[in-house]
């Protein structure tokens, strides 16, 4: 059956018009990025093998453009609208920093921290200086890694808030693993941070440590 010929309330674009984008899952909303199958498949189907085959979404959309377009069900149209949707995103989530408005919600932290951090190959240590209303100063990538860590150097990071006149700090990093699960250096670190920060009159508000799903914090555990 196609698409069109689906129940109105089951086709992907007047189901995102009536209940939201949150209401559709990873094919589906790949799918209106698809805009049609392969031969024999509809988009949405065309989109479930496509996360079948090459998924989950962040592996998927991980990949860059040149890869993508040599999928099936993908050209370069499609390929260049992904990768601008991703970059859209990402810009759309640093808009509120960028314009100076005060960071309130550790949430919208920690998605920051993983829209620009998921999807490196290696880990990647950063830290978004703040002013005393929290407001962004700056985001930098401090430190970088293997797939299996990085060395962090207080100093450095005591260094560089000094530099922005920071009045405190959030930090995080990413685990290629996919696992967001804190491991025993990370709250090593944290407390080293806490400390060396600490001697300098600058808050550390949060460790994120950002896999696949949500990223964690330290802060919310107990460990800041």
């Given at each position: 059956m196609h698409i069109h010929e689906w129940p109105s309330s089951e086709r992907p674009r007047e189901k995102l018009l009536a209940?939201?984008?949150?209401?559709?899952?990873?094919?589906?909303?790949?799918?209106?990025?698809?805009g049609s199958g392969v031969r024999g498949l509809d988009a949405v189907a065309t989109a479930r093998r496509l996360l079948a085959d090459h998924g989950p979404l962040r592996r998927l959309l991980d990949q860059p453009a040149p890869e993508l377009v040599k999928l099936p069900g993908l050209g370069p149209a499609t390929a260049c609208?992904?990768?601008?949707?991703?970059?859209?995103?990402?810009?759309?989530?640093?808009?509120?920093?960028?314009?100076?408005?005060?960071?309130?919600?550790?949430?919208a932290a920690g998605r920051y921290f993983a829209q620009r951090l998921r999807g490196h190959p290696s880990e990647v240590f950063a830290a978004l200086f703040l002013d005393t209303r929290h407001r962004a100063l700056a985001f930098e990538e401090l430190f970088r890694g293997t797939v299996d860590g990085a060395e962090v150097h207080p100093r450095e990071v005591v260094r560089r808030a000094l530099g922005h006149n920071a009045a405190a700090v959030i930090v995080g990093h990413n685990h290629p693993s996919g696992s967001s699960e804190p491991s025993a250096a990370d709250r090593?670190?944290?407390?080293?941070?806490?400390?060396?920060?600490?001697?300098?009159?600058?808050?550390?508000?949060?460790?994120?440590?950002?896999g696949d799903g949500a990223p964690v914090s330290l802060a919310a555990r107990g460990w800041v």
């Open positions: 209940r939201g984008a949150q209401a559709l899952s990873d094919a589906e909303l790949l799918a209106l990025f698809l609208l992904l990768a601008a949707a991703l970059e859209l995103a990402g810009r759309h989530m640093a808009a509120a920093l960028e314009r100076g408005e005060a960071l309130t919600d550790p949430t090593a670190v944290t407390l080293q941070l806490k400390q060396a920060l600490g001697l300098i009159d600058v808050r550390l508000l949060d460790h994120f440590v950002v």
